[in-house]
């Protein structure tokens, strides 16, 4: 990566009076680390933006103050946006030396076809977005590439100790994490239809039971004809004359 350079000048608004600087196109930025004093700075946004697109957090800025020949050699330690709006507000710049280790964390990006995925069904799941890394300044790598075209069959995966990473950088993560792995597809189960035969079975043995649960018809009760006595038929019938003597 060529080298990314940044011009900026110190500041005099601090707090809240910085939202004049936003407001001119300038974005408040800090100045700390290695040889140097907590210094308030400030930068044009769109030449700011730039060199964080190019820099990230995982590469050197060349950073110029107020026209001075030697840069500081700085590295993005932290960067504040609108949480809404999502507008830089500030960031941090942090100055290095050249000899000694730093620990970042750099992003991890997966590259190739995983085999598994169209030949077996299976789901390609990133596990890790990024890992800590320990190296020189000068061995920074931007980011990290995953390769999955070895992952042949589901459940595989790919390690953290798989990863290529350059000379002279130490990987800092724990070395038995999965980065990326295949994933199996969920299996939606089907339902078992029976044959016709058999749910005609079934159909027939729950009318026969729902036959047997309902009671006959005029149970319990007297026929018709008992229920309807003719007329007359508890009269007593009528004493007999007597002949007359």
Do not use: W
């Amino acid at each position: 990566m060529d080298n990314i350079e940044l011009a900026a000048h110190k500041r005099d608004l601090l707090g809240k009076k910085v939202r004049f600087l936003r407001r001119k196109g300038l974005t408040p930025v800090s100045l700390y680390g290695h040889g140097v004093e907590s210094t308030s700075l400030q930068i044009e946004t769109p030449a700011l933006k730039k060199a964080l697109a190019r820099a990230g957090m995982t590469s050197l800025v060349y950073l110029k103050v107020d026209g001075g020949k030697r840069p500081h050699m700085t590295i993005v330690r932290g960067i504040q946006r609108d949480p809404v709006k999502g507008e830089l507000l500030h960031v941090d710049f942090y100055q290095v030396r050249m000899d000694k280790k730093l620990k970042i964390e750099v992003p991890l990006v997966l590259v190739g076809k995983a085999p598994a995925v169209k030949d077996q069904g299976g789901i390609l799941v990133q596990e890790m977005n990024s890992v800590e890394v320990e190296c020189l300044p000068t061995n920074m790598c931007h980011s990290i590439e995953a390769d999955v075209s070895n992952l042949v069959n589901l459940d595989q995966a790919i390690h953290v100790q798989d990863l290529k990473v350059g000379e002279g950088v130490t990987v800092l993560t724990d070395p038995a994490k999965a980065v990326a792995r295949i994933a199996r597809a969920r299996v939606e189960v089907e339902a078992v239809v029976a044959p016709a035969a058999e749910v005609a079975e079934e159909v027939e043995a729950e009318e026969e039971e729902e036959e047997k649960a309902e009671p006959a018809k005029g149970e319990g009760k007297a026929p018709a004809e008992a229920e309807k006595k003719p007329a007359g038929a508890e009269k007593k019938p009528a004493a007999e004359k007597k002949p007359a003597a």
